[in-house]
């Protein structure tokens, strides 16, 4: 079936370092990626996307790369700042009947330290 | 702009009773999608909508039934809650399919 795990359930980085966030999905087909980044208590927020024919998409301080290669995603953030703290889920897209799904991965948490 | 709007945002349910979580938006989006999030976990999704009366299942719809009459809105209804469907419920809506999904802040359900 499909699956979309994370590597890391946790990271800990220093303010100003850059971190990476990485991503693992098991459906070859799938041919759109997205990111998001739930803080505590509210519904995750949309950060980035990627779409299977592209290797690498930049954003403001983040980058997501896709390996199709090794089915790999991996989410890039500059400078991390402590706002960046929270919880940073990838999600695969998957054809329905109707429409799309996303299957999500379990999540990282992302801890930053001043 | 609201965007996607969930109420209630907090509930604690007796077993067996019912209820229905309210989800509006007004983005004007085709595609409406019920998820519920277990702790530590990811989202998984319970039904979705690609239009105004047209709804289907998503990977855990048991025990769930939903409606969309607008485009505005999308209500999930609980009939017979049990224990096992504690656990904080989002919504979301995106414009076509392959789109980013807007969520709302969710209602946190606990049935006891």
């Known amino acids: 079936g499909e699956s979309v795990g994370l590597h890391l359930p946790t990271l800990s980085v220093q303010e100003g370092d850059n971190s990476i966030i990485n991503c693992a999905y098991s459906?070859?087909?799938?041919?759109?990626f997205i990111w998001y980044k739930q803080e505590s208590g509210k519904g995750p927020q949309f950060i980035i996307d990627i779409r299977s024919n592209m290797d690498k998409r930049q954003g403001q301080r983040v980058t997501v790369l896709l390996n199709k290669t090794v089915k790999h995603l991996s989410l890039q953030i500059a400078a991390t700042q402590p706002g960046d703290s929270a919880v940073y889920f990838c999600?695969?897209?998957?054809?329905?009947?109707?429409?799309?799904?996303?299957?999500f991965g379990s999540g990282t948490i992302l801890r930053v330290k001043s | 702009n609201a965007g996607v709007t969930q109420t209630p945002k907090f509930r604690i349910l007796k077993i067996g009773q019912s209820m229905t979580l309210q989800c509006t938006q007004d983005?004007?989006?085709?595609?409406m999608y019920w998820y519920r999030q277990d702790p530590g976990m990811g989202l998984k999704l319970i039904y979705y909508?690609?239009?105004?009366?047209?709804?289907d299942k998503g990977e855990v719809p048991n025990g769930y039934n939903v409606s969309r009459s607008t485009t505005e809105d999308f209500p999930l209804r609980l009939e017979l809650a049990a224990p096992s469907q504690t656990s904080v419920y989002f919504c979301?809506?995106?414009?076509?399919?392959?789109?980013?999904?807007?969520f709302g802040d969710g209602t946190r359900l606990s049935i006891l």
């Open positions: 999600a695969e897209n998957s054809a329905m009947e109707y429409g799309n799904k996303l299957v």
């Open positions: 909508s690609v239009g105004a009366g047209i709804t």
């Open positions: 459906n070859s087909a799938s041919d759109y």
């Open positions: 979301a809506s995106s414009l076509q399919g392959i789109q980013p999904q807007h």
């Open positions: 983005m004007n989006h085709n595609y």
